[in-house]
């Protein structure tokens, strides 16, 4: 890699994943980027993943982070959509061949030369680091507008979570009809913003959990409209062939037996949560109801400004928690718990500065 300016964030370096301060370069804003001086990113399970080598794909250093909201510093010459001192989001990738049929579909996320944000390196070679770092230099392509109606802490979450539960809505037909109705299965980062935005849609949302320690929230705080606790066998036997369709957000090993007996006839249990080992599938209930099971992964660049533009008008966001860069080591432990009211942010532009 030619070097560029200075960058500074904070890395793993091994598959312990604990993660410390790191000097590294960022290329130089070449004729189609933007540079963006970071001011919040939000804190996924994946980049716990990623981290701690979770899915056997980890090449260190890594600095983790795709959930980016700052400020445009610089453009290139081609660029029109941004200027200097524009907000502006980066999300999960940051780059595709923007020729294949995907690409061509506005589904860069299902391009198979799709470049992630970090843990990836670029066509010539360059290895991507993320947004736990002070600056990144992305293709104006893969750079988002964020609306003036979305806070930039509460807001950076939207740019994986938001995406990964708003584009199988669209796609599985889950806004077709208002009032149909969508069970959640998992209250956090994931689980929590699809009762937002599932609600926004006008669908009836069920959350579905293992205990009933977040029931007030969910209905109260999120607006579920109702709560379902799979350790209780009378409400799920009542529960039985009641759902039109259910995300299932969960990132832990976990049977799909009992989520399957939810669905009605014509079902379908859409995967979003991925978790470290194969799970199991049972296929009487799939042919017996006719009911489906797919997965989604984020979404195109398209539907990523749509998603951001429709959370906006709904007043959707990230319920949070603040942290400092300082704090990510036991944020990152509290994560692996599920201890979180459901989504670190880090303050980068207050709290990260060199050693």
Same mark, same amino acid.
Request: hydrophobic fraction near 35%; charged fraction near 25%.
């Given at each position: 890699?030619?070097?560029?300016?200075?960058a500074f964030?904070?890395?793993a370096k !091994?598959?312990?994943?604990?993660?410390?301060?790191?000097?590294?370069?960022?290329?130089?804003?070449?004729?189609?980027?933007?540079?963006?001086?970071?001011?919040?990113c939000?804190?996924?399970?994946?980049?716990? $993943?990623?981290?701690k080598?979770?899915?056997? &794909?980890?090449?260190?250093?890594?600095? %983790?982070?795709?959930?980016?909201?700052?400020?445009?510093?610089?453009?290139g010459?081609?660029?029109?959509?941004?200027?200097?001192?524009?907000?502006?989001?980066?999300?999960?990738?940051?780059? @595709?061949?923007?020729?294949?049929?995907?690409?061509?579909q506005?589904?860069?996320?299902?391009?198979?030369?799709?470049?992630?944000?970090?843990?990836?390196?670029?066509?010539?070679?360059?290895?991507?680091?993320?947004?736990?770092?002070d600056?990144?230099?992305?293709?104006?392509?893969?750079?988002?507008?964020? %609306?003036?109606?979305?806070? @930039?802490?509460?807001?950076?979450?939207?740019?994986?979570?938001?995406?990964?539960?708003?584009?199988?809505?669209?796609?599985?037909?889950?806004?077709?009809?208002?009032?149909? $109705?969508?069970?959640?299965?998992?209250?956090?980062?994931?689980?929590?913003?699809?009762?937002?935005?599932?609600?926004?849609?006008?669908? /009836?949302?069920?959350?579905i @959990?293992?205990?009933?320690?977040?029931?007030? *929230?969910?209905?109260?705080?999120?607006?579920?409209?109702?709560?379902?606790?799979?350790?209780?066998?009378?409400k799920?036997?009542d529960?039985?062939?009641?759902?039109d369709?259910?995300?299932?957000?969960?990132?832990? *090993?976990?049977s799909l037996?009992?989520?399957?007996?939810?669905?009605?006839?014509?079902?379908?249990?859409?995967?979003?949560?991925?978790?470290?080992?194969p799970?199991?599938? %049972?296929?009487?209930?799939?042919? @017996?109801? /006719?009911?489906?099971?797919?997965?989604?992964?984020?979404?195109?660049?398209?539907?990523?400004?749509?998603?951001?533009?429709?959370?906006?008008?709904?007043? &959707?966001?990230? !319920?949070?928690?603040?942290?400092?860069?300082?704090?990510?080591?036991?944020?990152?432990?509290?994560?692996?718990?599920?201890?979180?009211?459901?989504r670190?942010? &880090?303050?980068?532009a207050?709290?990260?500065? %060199?050693?």
């Amino acid at each position: 890699m030619v070097d560029g300016h200075k960058a500074f964030g904070w890395a793993a370096k !091994d598959k312990s994943g604990v993660l410390s301060p790191f000097h590294f370069s960022r290329r130089e804003n070449g004729e189609n980027d933007v540079t963006v001086k970071i001011l919040f990113c939000g804190v996924c399970h994946s980049d716990l $993943h990623t981290i701690k080598n979770h899915w056997g &794909i980890s090449r260190y250093p890594i600095v %983790p982070g795709h959930e980016i909201v700052g400020i445009a510093t610089k453009v290139g010459k081609n660029v029109t959509k941004f200027k200097e001192g524009d907000r502006v989001g980066v999300g999960v990738i940051i780059g @595709s061949c923007q020729s294949c049929e995907s690409c061509n579909q506005d589904l860069e996320n299902y391009c198979s030369k799709l470049v992630f944000t970090y843990n990836s390196r670029s066509s010539d070679g360059t290895r991507n680091q993320g947004g736990y770092s002070d600056v990144i230099v992305v293709d104006h392509r893969f750079v988002l507008r964020f %609306p003036d109606g979305l806070p @930039s802490d509460a807001g950076a979450p939207l740019l994986c979570a938001g995406i990964t539960v708003y584009s199988p809505m669209k796609y599985y037909g889950m806004t077709e009809d208002s009032g149909k $109705h969508l069970g959640v299965s998992g209250l956090g980062g994931l689980g929590h913003i699809a009762v937002k935005i599932g609600k926004a849609f006008g669908l /009836r949302v069920t959350v579905i @959990s293992r205990s009933s320690e977040k029931e007030r *929230e969910a209905i109260d705080r999120l607006g579920a409209d109702a709560f379902l606790v799979t350790t209780d066998s009378q409400k799920m036997k009542d529960a039985v062939g009641t759902m039109d369709f259910i995300m299932d957000t969960v990132s832990a *090993e976990h049977s799909l037996l009992p989520l399957f007996s939810l669905l009605n006839v014509n079902g379908k249990l859409v995967m979003l949560g991925l978790p470290e080992k194969p799970l199991e599938l %049972p296929i009487f209930p799939l042919v @017996s109801g /006719r009911k489906m099971v797919g997965g989604s992964q984020i979404g195109g660049m398209k539907e990523t400004q749509e998603m951001l533009e429709f959370c906006a008008k709904h007043n &959707i966001v990230s !319920d949070i928690e603040l942290i400092k860069m300082s704090d990510i080591n036991s944020a990152m432990d509290r994560l692996a718990r599920s201890d979180v009211r459901y989504r670190f942010v &880090i303050d980068v532009a207050n709290s990260l500065s %060199p050693a």
